[in-house]
């Protein structure tokens, strides 16, 4: 099967990295540069999420599905379209001051041997692919590299984990998400998640690591982080949400999170079991 690889450097953390791997906006404007378009349904996105690339022309598309997104990296492989078989691996590891980057594309051609024909086409488009995508990703983890930073928290709590419903904005109220708030200037994140979480639900919280990727959001960088109780805390109480819930591992899955906190519930998840 052809295969069309490039490793590169990213001057950045390699959580950071991989939390821009996720970005569909990113991923989106690299495309654009070769003519082709790409739709996704999240910001961010998580593994069983399917990404549909159209081919400049319009005349050819591929829908392929996200099987693995997390600090190492981000995989995907075919799920529908003319190609036989369509893989892309990017895996990341750290590298000095920054992140080494592997991104691999690997296809089988349509129609077999006939197919072969069309290698003098794809391969020099796959790798076009891999460099427009390298620039985007170095780009944006450049602009992000200074972004002021928010924290969440994960709290924990007997196999249970606390989550808060939105009352505002409108476009936002009634969605999911993880209690925290913006780090302020001189603040430590461990120090704006007990403000943060004393703030908006009167509980004494200990921050303890952080959980899954850096998670862009506009122009800020989302970093999640496992929390608990402190002994002799007040029970955490809605001040600013709608609701406040403590969900075990089966119901984390079904609530309707904003996009940024959608996209750690595989590590919540874990968290949870015993």
Sequence with gaps: MPVCSLDHHVPGPPRLVAGVLRET????????????????????????????ITLPGRVLTVRTRITDAGVDGLVSERAAGPVAVLRHVTRIA??????????????????????????????????????????????????????????????????RLLVAQRSYPPELAGRWELPGGGVEAGESEAGALRRELFEELGAHVRAGARVG???????????????????????????????????????????????????VLAELVDLLRP
């Design 213 to 263: 990727t850096d998670l862009p959001i506009g122009r800020r960088v989302l970093r999640i982080h496992r929390a608990e109780l402190e002994p002799g805390s007040p029970e955490p109480e809605a001040r600013e949400h709608r609701e406040l819930r403590w969900v075990g591992p089966a119901e984390v899955a079904t609530l309707g999170w904003l996009d940024a906190d959608r996209a």
């Design 25 to 52: 906006t990113t991923a989106t404007t690299a495309v654009a540069r070769l003519g082709a378009r790409l739709r996704a349904p999240a910001a961010l996105l998580v593994a069983g999420d399917e990404v549909t």
């Design 94 to 159: 750290p590298d000095g001051h920054g992140t080494r980057v592997h991104d691999e594309i690997t296809w089988e051609p349509p129609l077999g041997m006939l197919g072969r024909l069309s290698d003098p086409v794809l391969r020099p488009f796959a790798r076009r692919l891999l460099v427009v995508r390298r620039d985007a990703l170095a780009g944006r983890v450049a602009e992000l590299a200074a972004a002021p930073a928010v924290v969440g928290a994960a709290v924990v709590r007997d196999g």
